[in-house]
């Protein structure tokens, strides 16, 4: 059996009839699974709102018990969300520069030395979670060292091992931030924190709860999918030799086959909207205020846009995905995950023979009417050196 394979649980609804029905703590999700659908409503935000006043209810499952401060931009409509996420672009924009990119080389290439030296590695926490919070020292322009911290919180800054909402767990990552915000307020750095607390939205400065929101979404947001997008291109080329030596012979594919990946794996399943006015989805009345969510992963792979959409097709020519999401709130660290995981790839296929996968634990995602594999909870391997 392919264990890296990832069969779409949505098919059945997506052709029969569009979407399927999510209870999620007694407040219902309607889950769009037709790309047409999912970019549509995703471009709609006055109709399907991502701000709205309660925060944290776009996320599913919901996040409104653990969590008072607004993710920005991520839980802003415009027209306010267009100052914020012009004010942040360009730093979430800084991993195309050569410079940026060779910094990630360097932190990919001690962990892949490190790797193969190794009888096995378990993947999602020994490789993906320390690539990924190595990685984000770049992104934020903080000292290394913190990223050992990041570690120690494990895949997911709001969720534990017995619970998808933890309270406490959340409170550790709201205190760091706020101390770091503290810290710069007195001294400032070139970080990402010195950058926001001395930035100005129509001549008023930023406030702490801004910089705040700001920084939850950079750490929660691109955690358990980045290191979810690791592992599984881990996985995939484990049971792929073929495809891993195809890369190393024709360098030029990595950027299509990377597409690829991130398509086939759609690292975040789907993303919520609120619904502000009574309106119609798929044929079905929908009430205002109650919740739709953009189901990126069953988007990308609708029959009607992607040929054989259940393969992956590292070559593919047309791919048209969304697992960055679609429209006005795509995905502000898809350039950061993008370029990461051309380097991993980049340097794994210069280094690594074949990887052997020993043990794994998959994780699924309970969607009520959906069963969805994400990832893995753990993924034991043994690479094998060049
Ligand atoms: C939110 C979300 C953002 C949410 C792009 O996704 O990611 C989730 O993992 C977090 O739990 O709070 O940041």
């Known amino acids: 059996m392919d264990k890296s394979k990832m069969s779409c649980p949505f098919a059945h609804a997506r052709a029969e009839k569009g979407f399927g029905d999510m209870n999620d703590q007694e407040d219902s999700v309607k889950i769009l699974l037709r790309l047409k659908d999912v970019r549509k409503t995703a471009k709609n935000w006055k109709t399907f ?178 290191i979810n997008a690791i592992t599984n291109t881990i996985a995939y080329f484990a049971e792929h030799p073929k495809s891993l030596a195809r890369i190393k012979e024709n360098p030029e594919m990595i950027n299509t086959a990377i597409e690829e990946l991130i398509r086939y794996y759609a690292p975040l399943t789907h993303m919520g909207r609120v619904v502000t006015e009574d309106t119609q989805v798929c044929e079905q009345d929908i009430k205002a205020q109650s919740r739709v969510s953009l189901c990126w992963a069953s988007a990308n792979r609708d029959e009607k846009t992607f040929k054989n959409p259940e393969e992956v097709i590292l070559d593919r020519k047309m791919n048209p995905h969304i697992s960055f999401g679609f429209g006005t709130h795509n995905c502000l660290g898809a350039t950061h995950a993008r370029a990461l995981l051309r380097v991993i790839v980049g340097e794994l296929v210069k280094k690594v023979k074949t990887i052997d996968i020993l043990e794994h634990v998959d994780n699924i995602e309970d969607l009520d009417e959906f069963k969805r594999k994400v990832g893995f909870n753990s993924l034991t391997v043994k690479f094998n050196g060049i």
């Open 49 to 226: 709102q991502s701000g709205g006043e309660e925060v944290g209810r776009i996320v599913v499952p919901s996040e409104v018990h653990i969590r008072d401060t607004r993710q920005i931009p991520f839980e802003v409509d415009p027209p306010e969300h267009t100052a914020y996420r012009n004010l942040v672009e360009p730093w979430f924009k800084r991993p195309n520069e050569e410079a940026y990119q060779s910094k990630l080389r360097e932190i990919v290439n001690v962990v892949l030395d490190d790797v193969i030296t190794k009888k096995n590695i378990e993947v999602v926490s020994e490789f993906s979670l320390v690539i990924q919070s190595r990685a984000l020292t770049v992104l934020l322009n903080t000292p290394f060292k913190e990223s050992e911290t990041w570690i120690d919180w494990g895949t997911h800054v709001f969720r534990s091992e017995d619970t998808d909402l933890d309270a406490d767990k959340a409170n550790i990552l709201y205190d760091y931030i706020e101390k770091e915000i503290d810290r710069v307020l007195k001294n400032p750095t070139d970080d990402l924190y010195s950058k926001l607390v001395n930035s100005e939205i129509n001549g008023k400065k930023l406030t702490k709860e801004e910089v705040k929101g700001v920084m939850i979404l950079t750490f929660a947001g691109g955690r358990d999918t980045v």
